[in-house]
């Protein structure tokens, strides 16, 4: 046992020491998070685009004056269709708003009058929002004109668990998670690394000290560095800069949180067990890494993947822990109903963990 809490000290203290690793974890957790969060806004803001008007009346007219900031940036009047396909391709303008001639007569009328949106698909997402936002913006302004003071059919939209449908507190978490699961990956591999590169290995072997208990050391270590940083970064970042709510237990989130701990230090042996450097770490993680956040939900809904993948996310224990995780912040679920979750992550950490330190310390 003293030797076990002596490792187990010593690979806390080489962390603190390795001043270029502990301010790249500092940064990860902090800054990373932080401009994630600002910076990736899923909403529309300041969409350029352009209006070919073919009828140039008042009405027409007032409708463009409806696609206002800060979510539309107006940039002005286009003609011909060459000129529409150059500003596309230059990706000078997100859509064009296409206005046929007689358009008020017609609609006077009551005439059937088309108005055409077009978008730049090679911006699929910004694209997507384009045209959304402005259908809903011609029909309300459609809606007005012919007299209804009310809309026929309302629809009313209610977020629950984020009022304010804020993405910075989304993007803000699943950044925090992200970099919590590569650097319980990257961080108890290069301990292994450095020992290797330093021909401590071979003393190890030798040494009364039990091998598996060595590598056991490496993970709880980094483990435990990992769960302090996270903390931090959740009232600090999270909670204080960001503003993001935290409706459930900090203790159930980082007892859920060591559990898939051990399911990913344990990958992180298996990579250390065929990696003979740091490059190969990095390259190995990453080829280990990307399929675990395409298939976690973390990018896209996992409903909408085709059936095989959603049965193959089943074996990704960061599905379960994003699930638990989103669960317990903002909706401030316990144990009590995450237990599923708890239960899949202790049974694939289990064999990821027992099977990591059993492989690395038969490979050595």
Do not use: H
């Not at 997507?128 to 809309?151: A, Q």
């Not at 560095?225 to 600090?236: D, N, Y």
């Amino acid at each position: 046992m003293r030797g076990f809490l002596f490792f187990l000290y010593k690979e806390v203290v080489q962390f603190l020491r390795n001043w270029g690793l502990l301010i790249f974890v500092t940064y990860a957790f902090t800054l990373d998070v932080y401009i994630a969060a600002v910076s990736m806004d899923v909403s529309l803001k300041n969409a350029s685009f352009y209006v070919q008007d073919y009828d140039n009346s008042p009405l027409s007219r007032e409708l463009v004056s409806k696609f206002r900031e800060p979510f539309f940036s107006f940039k002005g009047y286009v003609l011909g269709e060459d000129e529409i396909d150059e500003l596309l391709l230059e990706d000078r303008a997100i859509g064009v708003i296409r206005i046929p001639p007689k358009f008020e007569e017609r609609f006077m009328e009551g005439k059937k009058v088309r108005i055409g949106i077009l978008v730049n698909g090679s911006e699929a997402s910004a694209s997507n929002l384009f045209s959304g936002y402005s259908s809903r913006i011609i029909s309300d302004f459609l809606i007005k004109e012919l007299g209804f003071e009310e809309k026929p059919l309302e629809v009313r939209r209610r977020f629950l668990f984020n009022q304010n449908a804020d993405s910075t507190y989304f993007m803000g978490v699943s950044e925090l998670l992200t970099v919590l699961t590569l650097l319980l990956v990257i961080l108890p591999a290069s301990a292994v690394i450095r020992e290797k590169e330093m021909g401590n290995i071979e003393m190890v072997l030798i040494s009364p000290f039990p091998t598996r208990l060595f590598f056991l050391t490496k993970s709880l270590a980094m483990t435990l560095v990992i769960l302090i940083f996270t903390f931090l970064s959740l009232t600090v970042v999270i909670k204080g800069i960001l503003g993001a709510p935290f409706r459930g237990s900090y203790a159930t989130f980082l007892l859920i949180t060591s559990v898939y701990a051990f399911a990913t230090t344990g990958l992180g042996m298996f990579i250390a067990s065929f990696a003979r450097n740091m490059l190969q770490v990095i390259q190995l993680t990453m080829m280990t890494l990307m399929p675990m956040l395409y298939l976690s939900g973390t990018w896209s809904p996992i409903e909408s993947m085709p059936k095989f993948f959603q049965y193959l996310s089943l074996l990704m224990p960061l599905r379960f822990y994003i699930e638990s995780a989103f669960g317990i912040i903002f909706k401030g679920l316990g144990l009590s109903e995450l237990y599923p979750n708890v239960i899949a992550l202790l049974l694939i950490g289990g064999l990821l963990f027992v099977g990591g330190n059993f492989f690395i310390s038969r490979r050595l």
